[in-house]
């Protein structure tokens, strides 16, 4: 490969158009960054896509859940940063009649995707389940229009569903956390292991930077993820990406690392994973 080729390596980068990870790819999105040489193409697709997407080794580096990733351990690392991971609080079954955590496996539940770690973390806390997959973004109004008896909660409804008239049944987070002592992950960045140590490494490199610069510059990153926070005020936003990009997000440490071990473990245990998952993380 020539220099000038090897100066143009682009990469593709496929994440959902969610202010959260709108925030953590700022700096490389609006070309912020010095990235020596690579390009990073970014596409936008809703986290179930994204899943399937995986299943074919579409995309170089792709948020995924922790679930899928499960299915797609033999193509993808996981990158050691850029994690959505909750510590005491996570996904949120909510409903529009008062119920009780025991209620649930009578109910008929909306859920966002079976590849979900929600789902995953749903059927461990409740292996028998009604549900059926409705978009992520139309779970409230499933619930509100009565056509599922509760719903399964993975973005920014966490902060307003009240607001909606629903009532949170159980936090999910909460339970695992009482569970095991640990934080609940969702999901990841994944790079493909066919592109080869170096490049993984380069681009893990920028990948990371970009997360901390969009730290470093808040206000701005926050005003650029505001075009994907689906018309919410700015400070349910920031309270929103203050959740879900923080110290675990820039490096999963060793109790975020566990935390995906276990998750996956607990889910090839319950018989949900036919297979046991080996975890492997770019160093």
Same mark, same amino acid.
């Given at each position: ?35 020596? *040489? ?74 966002? *995707? ?42 920014? *409804? ?126």
């Amino acid at each position: 490969m020539s220099s000038t080729e090897t100066a143009t390596r682009n990469i593709s980068v496929a994440h959902s158009p969610d202010s959260d990870d709108a925030f953590m790819f700022y700096g490389l999105a609006t070309n912020k960054l010095e990235t020596d *040489g690579l390009k990073f193409e970014h596409t936008l697709k809703d986290i179930q896509s994204l899943n399937e997407d995986a299943k074919n080794g579409l995309f170089d580096v792709t948020a995924i859940s922790f679930h899928a990733y499960a299915y797609v351990a033999e193509k993808y690392a996981l990158l050691p940063h850029g994690a959505s991971i909750g510590d005491k609080y996570g996904p949120i079954i909510v409903s529009k009649e008062l119920r009780e955590p025991g209620d649930i496996g009578k109910l008929k539940i909306a859920i966002p *995707g079976e590849l979900t770690s929600a789902y995953l973390a749903l059927r461990l806390h409740t292996p028998e389940l009604e549900y059926g997959v409705v978009p992520f973004d139309d779970i409230i109004g499933a619930v509100q229009r009565g056509e599922y008896d509760a719903g399964l909660l993975i973005h920014e *409804g966490q902060l307003y569903y009240n607001q909606m008239g629903l009532h949170k049944v159980l936090d999910l987070g909460e339970w695992w956390h009482d569970k095991t002592g640990l934080p609940l992950p969702m999901g990841g960045n994944a790079i493909r292991r066919d592109l080869g140590n170096d490049l993984i490494q380069r681009a893990s490199k920028h990948l990371h930077s970009s997360i901390i610069y969009s730290l470093d510059n808040r206000e701005n990153a926050m005003a650029y993820a505001m075009q994907f926070a689906r018309d919410m005020q700015p400070e349910l936003a920031d309270r929103f990406v203050a959740m879900w990009v923080n110290a675990l997000t820039l490096d999963y440490g060793d109790r975020g690392r566990e935390s995906v071990k276990r998750l996956l473990d607990e889910g090839h245990k319950a018989g949900i994973i036919p297979h046991k998952v080996k975890v492997d993380f770019v160093d």
